[in-house]
């Protein structure tokens, strides 16, 4: 299969300079606000994007250094599935986060419940729409011991390029 190739639209800010220590999901990182900075030739597709208060931003994850299809989760010491976790290791290093949206400023939106590395390579940016994207999951398979260990999770950099 032909490699696909993506352009990217713009470039996330954060408090998060490194990627050891930022939040590992956005629910743990409620107060943390960045800037998604939209390149210029880009603008006309924010049109309307203030009337939402939530977007679904997949990114590049551009610090991730590749790993196993097979490896201990943060959150777990048994070895699991990489399509069993949202770890930034995988064959597509391509990240999704859920933000709330709280103003546009010409190419630049205001976010809050940023569990992003700063400098990151947007790739796209879809509203969230509870009635299409939220569900009621009925099982959440191995984290299901652990959920409850977010919101003082952190990233402990073992997915850094080195």
Same mark, same amino acid.
């Given at each position: 299969?032909?490699?696909?190739?993506?352009? *990217?639209?713009?470039?996330?800010?954060?408090?998060?300079?490194?990627? /050891?220590?930022?939040?590992?999901?956005?629910?743990?990182?409620?107060?943390?606000?960045?800037?998604?900075?939209?390149?210029?030739?880009?603008? #006309?597709?924010?049109?309307?994007?203030?009337?939402?208060?939530?977007?679904?931003?997949?990114?590049?994850?551009?610090?991730? /250094?590749?790993?196993?299809?097979?490896?201990?989760?943060?959150?777990?010491?048994?070895?699991?599935?990489?399509?069993?976790?949202?770890?930034?290791?995988?064959?597509?290093?391509?990240?999704?986060?859920? *933000?709330?949206?709280? /103003?546009?400023?010409?190419?630049?939106?205001?976010?809050? #419940? *940023?569990?992003?590395?700063?400098?990151?390579?947007?790739?796209?940016? /879809?509203?969230?729409?509870?009635?299409?994207?939220?569900?009621?999951?009925?099982?959440?398979?191995?984290?299901?011991?652990?959920?409850?260990?977010?919101? #003082?999770?952190?990233?402990?950099?073992?997915?850094?390029? #080195?």
């Amino acid at each position: 299969m032909q490699p696909i190739c993506y352009q *990217v639209i713009g470039i996330i800010h954060s408090p998060f300079t490194e990627a /050891k220590g930022t939040p590992i999901q956005p629910t743990a990182a409620k107060d943390v606000e960045g800037v998604v900075e939209i390149f210029p030739e880009f603008r #006309e597709g924010l049109q309307d994007v203030e009337g939402f208060s939530h977007l679904i931003l997949l990114y590049h994850f551009h610090l991730a /250094k590749p790993g196993p299809l097979q490896r201990k989760p943060y959150m777990d010491t048994t070895t699991r599935g990489v399509f069993a976790m949202r770890g930034p290791s995988r064959p597509n290093p391509i990240g999704l986060s859920i *933000v709330r949206l709280l /103003k546009v400023e010409g190419i630049r939106l205001h976010i809050q #419940e *940023v569990d992003i590395v700063d400098g990151t390579p947007l790739l796209d940016i /879809k509203p969230y729409v509870p009635a299409f994207d939220a569900r009621t999951a009925t099982r959440i398979g191995w984290l299901a011991q652990r959920v409850q260990q977010l919101s #003082e999770s952190r990233d402990n950099g073992r997915f850094i390029q #080195e």
